[in-house]
């Protein structure tokens, strides 16, 4: 079974940027091999994808986030990151990482608030 953990979120100013974190665990697992995605989802609403990495490193980002968020791996720590940058009020969520497209669990989330 894999397990997702995320981090990094928290209370930004807007204009700031965070880094977020998901480690990804599991029984023979073999993180190099999979597409990855972060989600995010506000309450209320469907959760959406923002951004994607390939096994080959291949980014790609939904249109309100590109130019300011950057998908990144590390494969020998199991690890995948969302730089974000330049971040806007609506940028409030609590942001998931999982497959793409997501077939496993989710995790916990990390919550990341931008506000004044």
């Known amino acids: 079974q894999v397990q997702l953990v995320e981090s990094g979120g928290g209370l930004v100013q807007p204009g700031g940027s965070l880094r977020l974190s998901c480690v990804v665990s599991g029984s023979m697992f073999m993180f190099r091999i999979y597409d990855m995605g972060w989600y995010r989802q506000v309450p209320g609403k469907e959760r959406e994808l923002v951004a994607t990495i390939t096994s080959a490193f291949n980014t790609n980002y939904e249109d309100s986030v590109k130019g300011r968020f950057t998908i990144s791996r590390d494969n020998a720590k199991n690890t995948v990151y969302l730089q974000m940058n330049n971040l806007k009020p609506e940028d409030t969520a609590v942001y998931y990482c999982?497959?793409?497209?997501?077939?496993w669990g989710w995790g916990k989330g990390t919550l990341v608030t931008v506000s004044s």
């Open positions: 999982n497959k793409s497209p997501p077939t």
